[in-house]
């Protein structure tokens, strides 16, 4: 024999629990967070494209109006 207490237990197995079903509400809430970050990203970075483009004219307007001077 074993020491006291050994046998406790033994040919029991506990299988772990099964992973409960998501409902349609918790599935579509779980793809909105995870979507919002992405759509967050898309704006800020059409937010600093659109800045950069409005910029890049300006600047391309300025150059235009300089050349046409020196001429």
């Known amino acids: 024999m074993g020491a006291a207490g050994s046998g406790t ?3 029991t197995y ?3 629990f099964p992973a409960a ?3 349609q509400a918790q599935r579509t809430a779980a ?4 979507d919002r970050p ?3 990203t898309q704006q800020l970075h ?3 494209f ?3 483009l409005r ?8 150059i235009k109006a300089h050349a046409v001077k020196d001429s």
């Open 46 to 48: 059409m937010h600093i």
């Open 9 to 11: 237990g033994r040919g």
């Open 14 to 16: 506990w299988p772990p």
């Open 31 to 34: 793809n909105g967070s995870r």
């Open 38 to 40: 992405n759509l967050w």
């Open 55 to 62: 910029q890049s004219l300006a600047l391309r307007s300025k």
């Open 50 to 52: 659109s800045s950069l």
């Open 21 to 23: 079903p998501i409902g």
